[in-house]
């Protein structure tokens, strides 16, 4: 593809490496509520708003207030756990200060709520790289809907053929290609080979590395 434009950054194991911490917090709290659900049945379970999960586990059995009471629960339990061990995926910072050296216009697109972003981008001290944030409270479709990516491109300005999205899931990366946006994995979580129906997936990492940089932005 052409150089990008902007970067649009899912969050929870793309910027952070912490989709397991997640996991396991749904994990506890949906088998105390009689799930019997197993760790690997979570993980594909693991995507979209807080509220969106609870009505496919538990269709119709909660009430709004309930299921939000729930999701600050899970959210608070995973943020006690995952504390200590808060920092940015290698080599994102890095990618981040060439990208704003560059002028390239960085977004978040998440299905977190803004307490768990909030978490990320102050207790890493990073807010001051994006120019929008997308939350769960910002859409009315979750990923794979398109609409967290074209709102990011809407917010920077931009169309989506000019935009380059950052996720680790087969949910974000069919979001990318429904908004028409090329993708990169992070294989912080799922494997390769969970990927092959996403054609607009033009390249995997385990990590930012310098020599990934290298490929989008010209040297200095």
């Given at each position: 593809m052409q150089k990008p434009s902007a970067f649009l950054f899912d969050l929870n194991g793309t910027m952070i490496d912490d989709m397991q911490y997640h996991i396991r917090a749904w994990h506890d709290i949906l088998n105390s509520l009689g799930a019997n659900i197993s760790m690997e049945r979570m993980k594909e379970e693991c995507y979209g708003k807080n509220e969106e999960l609870l009505d496919r586990m538990f269709p119709g059995r909660f009430s709004d207030k309930e299921k939000s009471r729930m999701s600050m629960e899970k959210e608070t339990a995973y943020q006690n756990v995952f504390r200590p061990h808060l920092k940015l995926i290698n080599g994102l910072n890095e990618l981040m200060e060439r990208a704003s050296k560059k002028g390239i216009s960085m977004a978040i697109g998440s299905a977190a709520i803004m307490y768990n972003i909030d978490f990320?981008?102050?207790?890493?001290?990073?807010?001051?790289?994006?120019?929008?944030i997308v939350t769960a409270d910002d859409v009315t479709r979750s990923k794979p809907d398109p609409e967290t990516w074209l709102k990011c491109a809407n917010a920077v300005g931009l169309s989506a053929g000019d935009c380059l999205v950052f996720e680790d899931s087969p949910k974000g990366a069919e979001s990318a290609l429904n908004a028409g946006m090329k993708c990169v994995i992070v294989t912080s979580l799922h494997g390769e080979e969970e990927f092959d129906n996403y054609k607009n997936v033009i390249r995997f990492i385990s990590d930012f590395s310098e020599i990934f940089i290298a490929d989008f932005l010209n040297p200095a």
């Open positions: 990320v981008l102050d207790g890493l001290n990073i807010r001051n790289y994006f120019d929008a």
